[in-house]
């Protein structure tokens, strides 16, 4: 590689670091410029290629460029289909609209309707919100400790994540927080099939309380994975029982799929592995097959708001709707959740051979290709359940170590501690041990190089 390449790339960093946000995340732990994609590998302007676990933060289900998706993109241009329709009918939106309701539980896709809303997944909660306090006339919305449901001042005031709000005033009032069933960090010191019970316990207990001090709620809103708060699946029994004491009270449960849904835990919607049915089901990321999409789908007998009681401008974008049509029937018609299902095996095994060998894995979790390894500090205290505390600063090492070595994976969680791993669902049995070898060698060179004293 000559030093005049090098030297380009520098430059369009050090231009990108000048005029963009300091808000920007990414390009501080991944400083490359991407000259092109293709499947799970990108490419940087000095030829340099990478294994993409990251995958547009689990949009690209089928990875970068994949052929449906742009012979879906060709196929708009050549029919002169319009790329913005605002919330018009056109023939492709129906039959976007007819794959999605097919993808439905019987008995909820008769009975359903949906609202497409702007590009982003945080658009979406905010209309699910918007669409329960329609309908049930309730103020309160109860949500979960570690949840993540995006950006927005009235999404963050869902989420749990502190940093990031510390300095925001006049956030969404009336937002309570409940305990999440996070075995490993028990809320409640106990840990195992414990942590789910005690958490549905507490949950039912408040909502039956005339002393709990929360009022009228309109409903509650989970993550079936918990996905910036560290890959944390929720106990299947657990879900069932929030599932029952809410239709008891006659109160929405809202499922944000924005991450977990179209596939990404083996189940085309994440709840499907409970067998329960949501009020309110929230999509976006992999339902535009790539391209900005978001929307809710939700019981019909919530839909008393009135015309333009929720709009965006781009919830007509038909780009978007192609590339997600043919990404939806690609995973129905090829059996991609086979390969989710088979992958998310492979993941677990070697990892879980690696928690074996090194202490400082402190728990290997999640469900399907959404994997998540919590990193622990071996010198520091012990808490009740016998864990070490979280790692932020090893994690980000071997984030660090993985890039060097060419895969990119995120970091999430408590102290910012786990490794999360979101590979596109088409990924091969080839690729995850490629993935894995990589990891593998980063995570011991990491290691290594936090426990040798630095020279004098």
């Known amino acids: 590689m000559s030093a005049k390449v090098r030297n380009i790339q520098n430059e369009l960093l050090k231009r990108q670091e000048e005029k963009e946000s300091s808000a920007r995340a990414y390009p501080r732990h991944f400083p490359l410029v991407i000259a092109k994609a293709k499947g799970m590998r990108v490419t940087d302007t000095e030829g340099k290629t990478y294994y993409d676990c990251l995958a547009g933060a689990g949009t690209l289900a089928l990875g970068h460029n994949h052929e449906v998706a742009l012979e879906a993109i060709r196929s708009v241009i050549e029919q002169e289909i319009p790329l913005h329709t605002l919330d018009l009918a056109t023939p492709l939106k129906l039959a976007f609209m007819e794959e999605i309701f097919a993808l439905l539980p019987e008995g909820f896709r008769d009975h359903s309707k949906i609202q497409f809303c702007g590009p982003t997944g945080a658009d979406a909660v905010e209309a699910a919100i918007k669409l329960v306090k329609h309908a049930t006339h309730g103020k309160s919305i109860l949500a979960f400790q570690g949840a993540y449901h995006g950006s927005t ?62 009022s009228d709620p309109c409903a509650i809103i989970v993550e079936t994975v918990q996905g910036e708060g560290g890959a944390i699946p929720a106990d299947l029994e657990w879900l069932r029982a929030l599932r029952r004491m809410t239709a008891e009270r006659n109160l929405p449960l809202i499922i944000d799929e924005v991450q977990t849904g179209i596939g990404r835990t083996g189940k085309m919607f994440s709840f499907e592995h409970a067998g329960i049915v949501p009020d309110v089901i929230i999509c976006s990321k992999a339902i535009g097959g790539g391209l900005p999409m978001s929307m809710i789908i939700y019981k019909e007998e919530l839909d008393v708001w009135r015309p333009g009681a929720h709009t965006g401008t781009f919830r007509g974008n038909q780009l978007a709707m192609a590339t997600g049509l043919a990404t939806l029937r690609y995973i129905r018609e090829q059996n991609v959740l086979r390969n989710v299902e088979e992958r998310s095996r492979q993941f677990m095994a070697r990892l879980g051979n690696l928690q074996e060998r090194y202490e400082a894995i402190g728990d290997v979790r999640g469900r399907g290709l959404m994997i998540g390894i919590e990193m622990v500090d071996t010198k520091g205290a012990r808490d009740q359940l016998g864990h070490y505390p979280p790692a932020g600063e ?32 088409i990924i091969s049995e080839y690729e995850a041990e490629v993935v894995l070898d990589i990891f593998e060698k980063s995570l011991a060179e990491a290691l290594e190089a936090a426990t040798t004293p630095a020279s004098c």
């Open 153 to 214: 001042q009235a999404t963050m005031a869902m989420s749990g994540n502190l940093d990031k709000k510390q300095d925001l005033q006049s956030l969404l009032p009336d937002v309570h927080f409940l305990p999440f069933p996070y075995e490993y960090r028990c809320p409640f010191g106990m840990g195992g099939e414990m942590t789910a019970k005690l958490s549905a316990s507490y949950t039912e207990n408040l909502l039956d309380d005339p002393e709990s001090g929360i």
């Open 394 to 425: 090893i994690a980000a090492a071997i984030q660090q170590k993985c890039f060097q070595n060419g895969l990119i994976v995120e970091v999430g969680g408590r102290r910012s501690s786990v490794i999360r791993f979101l590979p596109p669902l």
